[in-house]
């Protein structure tokens, strides 16, 4: 998404021929990028990297990493298909799993929320996550993590999964590629002139932008607008074609479940918590669960909030997350969550990212502070 930065959603819109951009290019200038980079350079040079990771395991620092992926994949060459979306090569995603395990102790996520009720975690604890359900995680991901021994944590929206819908930036995305118009005129929820002459980068931004910053906004409704404007509609059986091409489906959530990996919700229809009324929090929230729970026949008490914004400081989406039934919740700010007296509703994550080499992956695991800071870190009031 979108965004600058980083967000699954990015990928996905590109895909679809929209932002070009890398999540990373997105989120950081890339003067300040190749900065960063060289200096990640220059202290693994030094042996910086190495000695912290040393030192993590010597003190058993009272941190929790949890890396954040999308999919693992080779990078594909079609026309509907962005082969620059992806965190990680399968390749790479091996030796990724390969160098963390000679510093941290993987974790599952039902550690993790055992530490929350209090139970130790071991000394230099890592947890592997994935977001929005894409189906390599169990045909690409899954091999490669039971190879190695890995449970990772799985957060699945379940209107897409289980009612076969594109996420909306694609939804967008695909509207913006099929119109054949040159100006697209918006009446809902605004009055909005964009243009398509130039290529649908720009609109795909301003909107997916609109959709994540509208308090209260009528996604269908929203959708039908703009289909209209864009004279296109998208037909359910050409969706539904494109999801099962691209998401799982119920069999195959069991099928890592029962594989020994953790499942979390990451709502249900993916918004942004920030714009929902209470009712719509309710849905996303307590609605998302119990469809998992019902699917999985096992409790479900972890969230990954879509796009990543923190909740720390806003009292009614603690309160709507923990009502919802809630006990551990993921953003994807930048950091390390302190398993000692950490906010369990807020806990930090590194968006992982395929430009990463082993170098720069090394470095910013060892060193989470160089991790690339992102829009999502300013939080969603700064969007
Ligand atoms: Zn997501």
Avoid at 190 to 215: C, F, I, M, W, Y
Avoid at 216 to 222: A, E, H, I
């Amino acid at each position: 998404m979108e965004v600058p930065r980083s967000v699954p959603e990015i990928s996905l819109v590109r895909r679809w021929g929209g932002v070009m951009l890398s999540r990373a290019a997105q989120e950081a200038p890339g003067f300040v990028r190749s900065l960063r980079d060289h200096a990640l350079r220059l202290l693994d040079g030094a042996g910086v990297v190495g000695a912290s990771l040393r030192l993590r395991s010597v003190l058993s620092l009272p941190w929790l990493t949890v890396l954040c992926y999308h999919r693992t994949a080779e990078p594909i060459v079609a026309e509907d298909i962005d082969g620059e979306v992806v965190d990680a090569t399968p390749a790479q995603f091996d030796a990724q799993l390969r160098s963390l395990g000679q510093h941290f102790r993987f974790v599952s996520l039902d550690e993790v929320l055992g530490a929350t009720r209090g139970r130790p975690l071991p000394p230099n604890p890592l947890l592997i996550s994935f977001d929005d359900g894409y189906r390599n995680c169990l045909e690409t991901s899954l091999p490669i993590l039971a190879r190695h021994g890995v449970p990772a944590a799985f957060f699945i929206p379940t209107l897409h999964v289980g009612e076969r819908r594109l996420f909306w930036w694609d939804h967008i995305a695909w509207i913006l590629r099929h119109s054949s118009r040159e100006l697209v005129e918006l009446d809902f929820p605004r009055p909005l002139r964009l243009s398509l002459a130039g290529g649908t980068d720009e609109a795909h931004r301003e909107l997916t932008l609109l959709v994540k910053r509208t308090r209260g906004l009528d996604l269908p409704r929203f959708l039908e607008a703009l289909e209209r404007a864009a004279g296109v509609s998208l037909e359910r059986e050409e969706e539904r074609r494109l999801v099962d091409r691209d998401l799982l489906d119920w069999d195959g959530v069991r099928a890592l479940e029962r594989a020994g990996m953790g499942i979390g919700s990451h709502t249900h229809s993916h918004r942004v918590l920030q714009t929902l009324d209470e009712r719509e929090l309710e849905l996303e929230l307590a609605g998302s669960r119990h469809e998992l729970e019902r699917q999985l026949g096992r409790p479900v008490r972890s969230i990954a909030y879509p796009v990543g914004y923190s909740i720390a400081g806003e009292q009614h989406l603690r309160r709507a997350v923990r009502d919802g039934g809630y006990e551990l919740g993921f953003s994807c700010r930048a950091g390390v969550h302190p398993t000692r007296g950490g906010d369990p509703l807020d806990v930090p994550r590194l968006l992982m990212e395929k430009t990463y080499d082993a170098q720069a992956f090394t470095a910013l695991t060892a060193l989470p502070p160089l991790a690339p800071h992102t829009t999502i870190d300013a939080g969603w009031s700064a969007a």
